[in-house]
């Protein structure tokens, strides 16, 4: 039989399993796989099939963003792969582009080098960059990283960052918001939409799916918690942020997923990401991440003590108008970043 690209089905679901346990180091349980391709309310995967066995496939995640005062329909691509036997046979090629012939614009953040190179070539726009940065708090992953590189013992990486380096990482600014208030919540509550619902400023946004990170937390419950705030200026919502905290070999860690305030300032943010810090310190995580496309959560990031790692590059496709999406606000929930955090902590 010719090679086909299909949709995913549950009737596919043997061959995915197959492709997936040659391809990654991901759990390989029913319950994982049940809860990855069945139950997640919102993502769309093209497949490869070839006599029952998939030789390659994509994934997107179908997410809504405010685009000045309109709301359209995203993907955010992610597992983007072709068995290694295939590889430069076209097949993944033709899967992507399988998933371009879609009404909705795409976005990735990132990705492996030879995608990095590919989606230009397949007449991407680079639209901006993600930077990713990191907050050490207690040392654990730094003390390892000196022991690789200068071959000191990891009490003695320890005992210099208590020393010389937390006290400077832990202060946050002090910024005086008047009438201020931060709230934890129990859950993603649908009174942050109202933060989206008309013209976010200058960058497109991402509008929140509860029901999207209620799958997220219901795979791996006893390993990962997220942690929503909410941020009132006069009694009046101002903005949210969400943090998933999960366990590794080291401790406790941390991602800032979300975080955001239509048209805020720097100090806005500035405030925000500090009282987001504070709130997840009760778990004294080793390092918390973060990231940010728009410059003024950037330097609220740098304000307050996360260093630079490295800057990815934001490719879209779409086939309207070049400034249809304007500068986009990503953090560190695009596409898969948030999914994979959550699989590896699950293994690890």
Same mark, same amino acid.
């Given at each position: ?84 036997? *295939? ?92 009438? $201020? ?32 990170? $209620?799958?997220?937390? $219901? ?17 009046? *919502? ?10 590794? $070999? ?73 400034? =249809? ?13 948030? =999914? =994979? ?8």
């Amino acid at each position: 039989m010719p090679i086909e690209i299909v949709p995913f089905e549950p009737r596919y679901l043997k061959a995915v399993i197959r492709f997936s346990e040659n391809t990654w180091a991901r759990p390989q349980t029913e319950a994982f796989y049940r809860w990855r391709y069945l139950e997640c309310p919102s993502q769309i995967g093209l497949l490869a099939l070839e006599d029952g066995e998939c030789l390659a496939m994509v994934w997107a995640f179908v997410q809504s963003y405010q685009v000045g005062p309109r709301r359209l329909n995203g993907l955010e691509t992610f597992d983007w792969f072709c068995l290694p036997e *295939l590889q430069g046979s076209g097949l993944g090629v033709r899967v992507m582009q399988a998933m371009m012939n879609r009404p909705e614009f795409i976005i990735a953040a990132g990705g492996t080098a030879d995608t990095l190179k590919l989606l230009p070539r397949l007449k991407w726009r680079t639209h901006g960059e993600l930077v990713k940065f990191t907050l050490p708090l207690e040392g654990a992953a730094l003390s390892m990283n000196f022991k690789r590189r200068f071959g000191l013992p990891t009490s003695v990486g320890k005992a210099i960052f208590k020393v010389s380096m937390k006290p400077w990482f832990h202060a946050r600014p002090k910024l005086a918001i008047e009438g $201020s208030d931060v709230r934890v919540g129990s859950d993603v509550e649908p009174e942050i939409l109202q933060l989206y619902a008309s013209d976010t400023g200058d960058a497109s946004v991402r509008v929140p799916n509860p029901r999207f990170v $209620s799958w997220l937390r $219901s795979g791996f419950p006893n390993r990962v918690q997220f942690l929503p705030l909410y941020f009132r200026i006069r009694d009046a *919502l101002r903005g949210w942020s969400l943090t998933c905290i999960y366990r590794t $070999s080291l401790g406790w860690e941390a991602d800032i997923v979300e975080l955001f305030a239509p048209q805020a300032s720097e100090d806005v943010y500035t405030w925000m990401v500090a009282e987001t810090v504070r709130a997840i310190s009760a778990y004294r995580p080793d390092r918390v991440h973060a990231g940010a496309s728009v410059p003024s959560l950037q330097q609220a990031l740098h304000r307050n003590r996360f260093i630079r790692r490295r800057a990815v590059p934001i490719q879209a496709w779409w086939t309207g108008p070049a400034d =249809l999406l304007r500068p986009i606000h990503l953090t560190n929930d695009t596409g898969d970043a948030l =999914l =994979l955090t959550v699989i590896d902590k699950a293994i690890s």
